[in-house]
Structures are given as C-alpha cells and as structure tokens.
C-alpha cells in the first residue's frame, strides 16, 4: 500500500478538488505503462529513506509510483523552466529546504528526449546544493542516449549514471507472467493466434505492402506507434497503440465511428492501451489517384466531428510556417511567408476532429472501396497542429493528393455545400502555406535524427514541398540563395 503520508496528502486533494494537468505524453503515445516505473523501482536497490523528484505533470504520477513501490514519503514535483534543451530549476526557498537530505535521490521522468536536459537540470541543481552525483539515480521511459541536443557534460554524466528501467519489451513483449504479455492480450481479442506476434513499427509496415511505391515512403520511427501484427486462424490483425485509459476508448469510438461510414477497418477491441482492428491490405493512393468524390465525402465526415481537444490558433501557425520555412530556406522565404499569410485575425475557423495527415500512401483500395487508414491519433498527436478547420484537411489532400487549382477549387465549393458554411479561397491558400511549414519542419527534424536510407527517402518528400512552396504567389520566384538545400 501507499506510505500514511502519500494517502493523507491524497486525501486532501480530493476533498480539494479536481486538479488539470497536461496530456500525459508516454501514455497517449509512447506505450509507457505506469507499472513499468513500479517494477523498475522494485528492482532499483533504493529503500524508504530516498527523495524522490517527478517532473513535470507525468513525473508526479510517475515518482508516486515509485515512492509507492520503495515505501518513501519524501516525494515532490518540480517543473523545469527555460529553453527546451537549457532547462533549469527555479525553486522557492522551502522547496529547496525540503530537497536537502543525506540519502539518495531518484528523478522520475519519462523521457529523455532531444536533449535530456529536464533530467539533467535536476541533477544539476543537486549536485550544485551539494548532492555526489553517485547518490542520483534516473528513473527513464527508455534505455536509449540522450538525444542530439544534448550537451556535452551531461551525456557524459548519463552514461556513467545509476539508470533503473523496466521497458516495453521486458514489462509486456517477454513478461515472465504470461498473462501480462501483449500476445495473449491481443489473443483473447482475435480468438487466438497461429503465430508470434510481428512488429510493424518504425517503418517496417512497408515491407508488407503489395506495391513497391510504399517502399519510398519517409518514416519517423521516433514518432511512430508501436504496432504488430497478429495472425490468427482466419485473420490477421493489427494491433496498434492508441493510449491508456479514457486516450485509447477515445480513439476506439473514433475509429467505430469512422468504420461505420465505411473509412476503415472496424475495431475489435481495446486491450490495455492496443487497438486491435483487421490489416487492411490492398493498393494505395501512391498507385491510382484516390477518387475525389471519396475525398469529398471523407472531408464533409470530419467537418462534422466535434473538435475533441484545442488545436493552436491562427497567429500560432503562422508563426510556425514563417519560422520553419525560413529556418529551412532562407530568411527570404520566411519574410516572403509572413508577408503572403497577413492579419490571421480576418478569419475566423471552425474546429473539427481534422485527420491532420492526407498522404497518398494513407489511402487504400480495398474491395470494400477507399480507405482512409491511421485517422484516429494525428488530431491529437505530439505537435503543434491539433484539432483544426476542416480548410487544414482540404489543404493537406491538395497537397499531398496531387489536386489541381481547378479541382481543388471545385472540391472546396462542393464542400461548402456539405457542410452548410462558405469555405474562403483565401483561407484555404493560407492553410496551404502553413500545412507545407508544418510538414517542412516536421520532416527536416526527422532527417536529422534518422539514417541516411531514411534521410533519403525524406529529401525526395522535402523536394516535393519545396516545389509546392515555389509555386505559391508571393513566395514563389526567390532568389537562388533562398532555395532549400538539402
């Protein structure tokens, strides 16, 4: 059970009140499972006597659960400040009085990240108030380094640090305890299997794939899912992370919502955080041009599901596109960006539950029609974007569905037409400009961190935005010191 302190500090929230924290990043994307924090303080050799220090709004739940499983009471939050990879503490004097001990200290965060420098400012203050580095120990999400953003000195302590992790693979893929691993879960929800389960992330989804095209395909393996394949007798299954608790029923009504309108598989279950729904197979959106009535009537569907969470605003985009585009190409073409894009304040959007990635690889022609796979997480993901007006979905399939001015000007009018509303010209053209911004930077982050048969295939998709970008007005026509290189 939880020490006496930890349940009377508890009991005074709740009579308190309800408390609002930001998503929990590792459990709506990253399958990080509470308990993993648990098992790895178990196995850490740590007593009741430790400090613990959670970060930030997951770390709190985080170094609970680690203080649960050691028996300490001495547990307390911190949020870094400063920039994301000069992070540093900025505490009250009586939080930094609390702090003072002579035991060990363990830092629960998920993560690292790009940098790791919320861990390592943590560390940093202890050991400038006096704390041996050999008395820090590290509670991660992953056994992996410190990202590219890392500074010198505090790769050097990560590597030499006292780490405690119990991670995906050891917690649910090989557990000791059978019914505690994700091949029975998913079992039980597919009638039984024939087969060890198959991974399917980072990309490896491509090498299923009846076409050679899907073979060009830029992934993220950083930001992708975890996914597997499950064969049963008749069937086989996909098995995809869509988070734990109300995250994953969420993305669960989402995707028998979208199945009922006949866009995609119907899930089958939700078993502990994997959406299991039938592999969808057939030739894709890279191969035969999708139909654009399909298109029509997926994007008249999204436009009338309720935005289920905020999305940035207008001044955020913009700000985002001007910013990414002359980081990538110049300062030319980001002056050229902000002068195009003007006062964002003469729209005025309507937020929808936005599928936020219309790639041609994301459409499939099955024998039951189009699909539109991998809809349900892109409205809620780990970026900027969020939940938009359904202009940002038209913009992404001109782009990305090779759609003409002329027919994406007719799409937009028959669209209006569906959903009761006039969709502005202008507003659409500066969707365009900020959806390439957004994906320019996406993908030029993603190069930087991936190897170079990855990188090559992310150029060939760079390129292509590049030429949309030079064809908009006002920004196409800079000079040749202002191109992108890659």
């Known amino acids: 059970g939880l020490p006496e302190q930890v349940r009377l500090d508890l009991?005074?929230?709740?009579?308190?009140?309800?408390?609002?924290?930001?998503?929990?990043?590792?459990?709506?994307?990253?399958?990080?499972?509470?308990?993993?924090?648990?098992?790895?303080?178990?196995?850490?050799?740590?007593?009741?006597?430790?400090?613990?220090?959670?970060?930030?709004?997951?770390?709190?739940?985080?170094?609970?659960?680690?203080?649960?499983?050691?028996?300490?009471?001495?547990?307390?939050t911190v949020r870094p400040v400063g920039h994301p990879f000069e992070r540093r503490l900025a505490l009250s004097e009586a939080l930094a009085n609390q702090l003072a001990g002579d035991g060990a200290y363990a830092i629960a965060d998920e993560g690292p990240g790009l940098s790791g420098s919320s861990f390592n400012c943590v560390a940093d203050w202890l050991v400038e108030h006096g704390v041996a580095e050999e008395r820090i120990h590290f509670f991660p999400s992953h056994g992996g380094d410190l990202g590219s953003a890392a500074q010198p000195r505090h790769r050097q302590r990560w590597a030499r640090a006292h780490k405690h992790l119990v991670g995906f693979e050891q917690l649910v893929l090989t557990s000791a305890n059978p019914a505690h691993r994700l091949e029975n879960w998913i079992g039980r929800a597919a009638g039984g299997l024939r087969a060890p389960l198959r991974e399917v992330s980072g990309g490896a989804w491509r090498d299923l794939a009846p076409d050679a095209d899907h073979l060009a395909c830029p992934a993220d393996p950083a930001l992708e899912r975890r996914k597997f394949l499950a064969y049963g007798d008749n069937s086989t299954w996909l098995a995809k992370f869509a988070g734990v608790g109300r995250m994953g029923e969420a993305k669960k009504q989402l995707a028998q919502t979208l199945a009922e309108a006949g866009f995609g598989p119907e899930p089958v279950a939700l078993s502990h955080g994997f959406l299991v729904t039938p592999w969808v197979t057939g030739k894709s959106g890279m191969q035969a041009p999708v139909p654009h009535g399909r298109v029509l009537d997926y994007l008249a569907l999204r436009a009338s599901l309720p935005a289920p969470c905020p999305g940035a605003s207008l001044p955020a985009l913009y700000a985002m596109a001007t910013h990414n585009i002359a980081e990538r190409c110049g300062a030319a073409a980001g002056r050229a960006v902000q002068a195009v894009l003007g006062d964002p304040d003469r729209f005025t959007p309507v937020a929808c539950c936005t599928d936020n990635r219309m790639h041609a690889w994301e459409w499939i022609n099955t024998p039951a029609g189009w699909f539109k796979l991998d809809g349900i997480d892109h409205h809620a993901a780990h970026d900027l974007v969020g939940c938009q007006d359904i202009a940002w979905d038209l913009a992404g399939a001109v782009i990305e569905l090779g759609i003409s001015g002329d027919q994406r000007d007719a799409l937009r009018g028959a669209l209006a037409v569906r959903i009761g509303r006039a969709i502005d010209p202008r507003f659409v053209a500066a969707m365009e400009i900020c959806y390439l911004g957004f994906q320019i930077g996406l993908w030029t982050m993603a190069r930087a961190r991936n190897n170079r048969g990855e990188a090559q295939r992310i150029d060939k998709l760079l390129h292509r935005y590049e030429q949309h970008l030079a064809l908009k007005p006002g920004v196409g026509g800079l000079s040749a010191a202002s191109k992108c290189e890659f």
């Open 11 to 76: 009991t005074i929230l709740s009579q308190a009140g309800s408390i609002t924290t930001r998503q929990a990043e590792g459990y709506a994307f990253y399958a990080l499972y509470p308990e993993s924090y648990i098992a790895a303080a178990r196995q850490s050799g740590l007593d009741q006597h430790t400090t613990i220090i959670g970060i930030r709004s997951i770390g709190a739940g985080l170094a609970a659960l680690v203080g649960a499983a050691l028996g300490a009471s001495c547990i307390h």
